[in-house]
Every structure is written in structure tokens, then in C-alpha cells.
């Protein structure tokens, strides 16, 4: 089955500093890439998805990398604020079922 | 915004009871899910529910596990005889359909202790 591992499992970054949060998988056969960002005691909540048929999304200060032949993906936040502290969550899910295989996390702070 | 909602938010039951965990997916939603994530760990796939069935779960949802939908609104996880290692945060989700531009929105969790 899928297996997603996810670097690193803590980050501390400046306030205004940019914060990558990489992620590898290992079944060629998985096509959506969903990132989920959890604060303390909240739902799992969804802030960026990439599909296999695209390189590379993004949506104002959060971007998403893929690379296809080497597995593995990226979630890229530019001029961080204190409010992005949380744990983040890659996840990966193939066509032939419903699942999603989670990373380990990352928590994420930012320090003001 | 519609929201995943779960009831309860926290449940603490002894050990070999059994547990029923409470979910209302998105109205629209037609596919359902179960998630756990025992403290410090990963978050984890139990199963999916499509058309009043399972449509896929995983080697933690064994015979103790079980999935309903009872009504046209309710979603249901019941553990027949709880364990110590069922205490974890449970968490269930819905989609609309099972593409990739469906993606699963989560609930709060429903924190399961077990004593």
C-alpha cells in the first residue's frame, strides 16, 4: 500500500521567513495530493490540493511543488505570519480508491 | 460555510464497552469516511461508506468496528468492545463524490478515551 513520509516534523521559522514542508510517497499509481492544516484541537482543515496532471499550484502566500518521477511534493508558505502556526498534513490518494495516506505531520511555528 | 459536525466531542467509556461515535456529514456529501489518529501519530483511514455500504476500509477496521447510516443524516462508528489502544481522536469526513476535484472535509474529531 501507500506510504507518505514527511519532513521535517518540527520547523521554526521567523515571522516574514518562508517555510517548506516536504513530503515523498510511494505508489506510482497516487494522483491527488491534498494538504491539510490542523490547529490545536480543530478539524483537519484543507488549504491546498495538487493533482498529478499539474506541476505546481498556488494560491496567494501557499504554493504546492510536485515531481512525479521522484514521488514527492511541497507545500512552500511565503512571508509566514504567527497564524500559520499549526501542524500541517500531506496526504496522498490514487484513483482506485477513497483514501487518503497521511504524512506524520508538521508543526509549524512562527515566531513573531 | 457547511461544516462536518460530531457529537460527542469527547467520550470516556471503560474498557470492553461499546461506544458509538455520532457524525453529520455536509448535506450534499455522498461519500463518508472515518479517521483516527492516536496521539502523536499519524492520521490513519478506518473506512470509506458510499450507497449504504462499504466501498473500502482498512486492516484497523476489523469485526469490532462497524459503520450506519440510520437515518438520511447520520453517520455513524460503533466499537463493540472497546480496548485500550481504541483511545485515539476519531474523526469523520465527507465528499461529494470520490474524484479529485471532491476533496474530504473534516470534522472536529470526537476525542474516544478508553479506561
Known amino acids: 500500500g501507500e506510504n507518505v513520509e514527511q519532513h521535517p516534523s518540527t520547523l521554526s521559522v521567523q515571522e516574514g521567513d518562508s517555510a517548506v514542508i516536504k513530503c515523498t510517497y510511494s505508489d506510482s499509481a497516487s494522483n491527488y495530493f491534498p494538504w491539510y492544516k490542523q490547529e490545536l484541537g480543530k478539524r483537519p482543515q484543507l488549504i491546498i490540493d495538487i493533482r498529478s496532471n499539474v506541476g505546481e499550484k498556488k494560491d496567494q502566500r501557499i504554493a504546492v511543488t510536485l515531481n512525479k518521477t521522484a514521488k514527492h511534493f511541497s507545500l512552500h508558505i511565503t512571508e509566514t505570519q504567527p497564524e500559520d502556526s499549526a501542524v500541517y498534513f500531506c496526504a496522498a490518494r490514487n484513483n482506485a480508491g477513497n483514501m487518503l495516506t497521511f504524512g506524520g505531520g508538521t508543526r509549524l511555528m512562527v515566531k513573531p | 460555510e457547511p461544516e462536518v459536525t460530531q457529537t460527542p466531542s469527547h467520550q470516556v467509556t471503560q474498557m470492553g464497552q461499546e461506544v458509538i461515535l455520532r457524525c453529520v456529514p455536509i448535506s450534499n456529501h455522498l461519500y463518508f469516511y472515518w479517521y483516527r489518529q492516536i496521539l502523536g501519530q499519524k492520521v490513519e483511514f478506518l473506512v470509506s461508506f458510499y450507497n449504504n455500504e462499504i466501498s473500502e476500509k482498512s486492516e484497523i477496521f476489523d469485526d469490532q468496528f462497524s459503520v450506519e447510516r440510520p437515518d438520511g443524516s447520520n453517520f455513524t462508528l460503533k466499537i463493540r468492545s472497546t480496548k485500550l489502544e481504541d483511545s485515539a481522536m476519531y474523526f469523520c469526513?465527507?465528499?461529494?463524490?470520490?474524484?479529485?476535484?471532491?476533496?474530504?472535509?473534516f470534522g472536529d474529531g470526537t476525542r474516544l478515551s478508553i479506561l
Open positions: 469526513a465527507s465528499s461529494e463524490g470520490n474524484l479529485s476535484n471532491q476533496p474530504q472535509h
